[in-house]
């Protein structure tokens, strides 16, 4: 049974442009989050989608947005990227809408802006 | 929105003796409080996790405690061994229909000494 799975593991962009990040839950799971985790910080909560709509979303610009496909797998996509992007993206699976379900999170990605 | 503060930022116990990380929250309604362990370039784990209808619970060394009245709640790692050194995060989340999604402490760096 394969945990959360998220591709690619890094990525390099430049200023200005656009990155497509993806996320495969856990088996069982419908619900998947995405958080933004600066160094040395905390996971930020970005946005979550059940049942391919957005039903939660945190205080992320609307560069960031994102996509569940019929599988359950999501898609983060940050438009106009800035240096201050550069982070590790996290996405974590759930199951059922809000968040006061056991969350697991992937591996994440990890994007390097210049 | 959910705050979420976390003390220590770093905590340093020798081998054997006992860790406790405390977080406090701001938003009365919240009612799931996870923690996650993150070790080095690794995915946080979730490692135990407390709803607001109890008040304390144990899982082998580790335990929670949760003080509603004082929206107050820690970890607690007993017999602390080398593979427990890590950066820990407390997170709160709101029930279903909430915003925010899981808020996070900081965290806090436990350092095991030998």
């Known amino acids: 049974d394969a945990g959360v799975t998220q591709s690619p593991t890094h990525l390099i962009k430049t200023r200005g442009q656009q990155v497509t990040l993806r996320c495969s839950p856990k088996s069982g799971h419908d619900t998947v989050s995405w958080y933004q985790q600066a160094l040395g910080q905390g996971p930020q909560f970005i946005f979550q989608y059940y049942e391919e709509e957005e039903r939660q979303r945190g205080n992320f610009p609307d560069r960031f947005s994102g996509h569940q496909f019929p599988n359950y797998s999501s898609e983060l996509n940050v438009n106009a990227l800035l240096l201050g992007d550069s982070a590790l993206y996290l996405c974590?699976?759930?199951f059922g809408s809000g968040s006061s379900g056991e969350q697991f999170f992937g591996p994440g990605t990890r994007l390097t802006v210049l | 929105g959910e705050n979420v503060e976390q003390h220590p930022s770093t905590l340093s116990v020798q081998e054997g003796d006992s860790a406790v990380i405390k977080c406090t929250y701001s938003?009365?309604?919240?009612?799931?409080f996870p923690w996650y362990k993150q070790e080095l370039g690794k995915r946080p784990q979730l490692i135990i996790d407390?709803?607001?209808?109890?008040g304390e619970k144990k899982d082998q060394r580790i335990a929670v405690t949760l003080n509603k009245t004082a929206k107050h709640f820690s970890l607690h790692i007993t017999e602390t061994q080398p593979e427990d050194s890590a950066v820990y995060f407390c997170?709160?989340?709101?029930?279903?229909?909430?915003?925010?999604?899981?808020?996070f402490g900081k965290g806090t760096h436990l350092i095991i000494q030998p």
């Open positions: 997170a709160a989340s709101l029930p279903p229909g909430g915003a925010d999604g899981l808020t």
């Open positions: 938003d009365s309604a919240s009612n799931y």
């Open positions: 407390i709803r607001s209808n109890v």
């Open positions: 974590a699976s759930s």
